[in-house]
C-alpha cells in the first residue's frame, strides 16, 4: 500500500478518471495523500511574445478551476497544475516530493510508441518509484 502518490492527469475531455481513481483507491493506505498534476507545456518564447498574456492567464485559471472539479471525485487529492515538459516534470515531482506510486494513463498509441504513449514511457523508464500504467 502506497501512502504517497502521483496522478499524472490530462485535462480534456477524452480522458475517463474512473479507471485510474479505481486503482489508487485500492492501492492507497488508508490515509494516503494523492496529487492531481497536470502540466501545461511551457510556450517558447518567440510564440509568447505574440499571444496577449490574458490569453495565457485565462487558461490558466480554466485548467485550475477544471483540475479542482476532478480533484473532488478523489478523496485526499491535492490539484497541482504546473509548467514544462510533461514527462521530465512528472519524474522530477516524483523525486522531490518522495512520491511512492505513480498512476499514469497511457493513450493509444502510434508508430513511434507502440506500446506506451511517449509521456507514460518516459515516466516508466525514468521515475524512482513504482509506476502504474492505466491503458
Known amino acids: 500500500m502506497y501512502k504517497n502518490v502521483l496522478i499524472p492527469v490530462l485535462l480534456d475531455d ?7 481513481f479505481d486503482v489508487a483507491r485500492a ?3 488508508a490515509d494516503a495523500q494523492f496529487t492531481l498534476l ?4 511551457a510556450v517558447p518564447a518567440f510564440v509568447r511574445a505574440e499571444i496577449p498574456t490574458d490569453i495565457i492567464d485565462d487558461t ?4 485550475s478551476k477544471k483540475l479542482e472539479q476532478v480533484a473532488k471525485k478523489l478523496r485526499n487529492a491535492i490539484p497541482l497544475l504546473v509548467t514544462g515538459h510533461a514527462g521530465r516534470t512528472i519524474v522530477d515531482h516524483a ?6 506510486c505513480i498512476i499514469v494513463a497511457s493513450h493509444k498509441p502510434g508508430l513511434e510508441d507502440y506500446f506506451l504513449g511517449s509521456t507514460a514511457a518516459r515516466v516508466v523508464r ?3 518509484c513504482a509506476v502504474h500504467v492505466i491503458r
Open 60 to 63: 490558466r485559471v480554466h485548467l
Open 126 to 128: 525514468h521515475a524512482p
Open 14 to 20: 477524452s480522458q475517463d478518471y474512473a479507471a485510474t
Open 95 to 100: 523525486q522531490e516530493h518522495g512520491t511512492d
Open 38 to 41: 497536470h502540466v501545461m507545456e
Open 27 to 29: 492501492i492507497g493506505n
